[in-house]
């Protein structure tokens, strides 16, 4: 699967609501993309978004068809997001949902029971009911450690890591709200398939992907 990267440029203000109100910029991202009922559109065409420096929107999706381009849009291009090799060196910049599961211990007996069939019969693995816990924020102190294992996990090694900011961002749409951390870092690529999907899909890194999460935004000093 093949995705494009959109560079828009609009307006400081507008960049700076869409980087402040993360509800307003998930609906000003899918107002490129044509109309549909589907609640799932977003998932469907894999529509990752971040606002970057200089009023400027990267949108990364794997939508082939032509974008509509509403009177926010000032300036546009694309070109198609760069395919990486081991052993090349990234630098980017990165949003990631500081959220994690925290462990939980089921008792033994309760988790046959919810694996079971109607009749008590064990189910194989996958099939039965499922249980877990809610996501919990990362602790301020444990975001470094976290974002390497995060990065480490999705392919990339981390040789620097700067934590720009991490803070919790309200969405008043549905009274809750998302912790999420800024990182620029640097590293090398150990798994290019891992990385390339990574970059790719919009289900593989973290959570919050509809609110300008999960895209990975490689500088231009990458190699």
Known sequence: MTSTDYMIRTTPRIAE???????????????????????????????????????TVLIRTTHTGELRLPDWVKQFDHHPTTQRAIGDQVTFTLELAALRTPRVRVDPTLHAQLKAGSDGTPRPPGQGKAYRANKIAVPRDEIYDWAITKLTRHGIHPEHIDIRWYRT???????????????????????????????????????????????????????
Do not use: C
């Not at 490129?32 to 529509?47: H, I, K, Y």
């Not at 590293?187 to 999460?213: E, F, M, P, S, V």
């Open 17 to 55: 609501e869409m980087d402040a109100d993360r509800e307003t910029g998930h609906r000003m991202t899918m107002s490129l993309f044509p109309r549909t009922a589907s609640t799932s559109a977003r998932a469907s065409w894999n529509v990752l978004w971040t606002v970057l420096h200089g009023s």
């Open 169 to 223: 961002i309200r969405l008043p749409g549905h009274r809750d709200s998302l912790p999420i951390a800024r990182i620029h870092a640097t590293g090398t690529i150990t798994d290019a398939t891992t990385y390339n999907q990574t970059k790719h899909h919009a289900h593989n890194l973290g959570k919050g992907k509809a609110y300008g999460t999960g895209l990975i935004a490689e500088h231009a000093e990458t190699k």
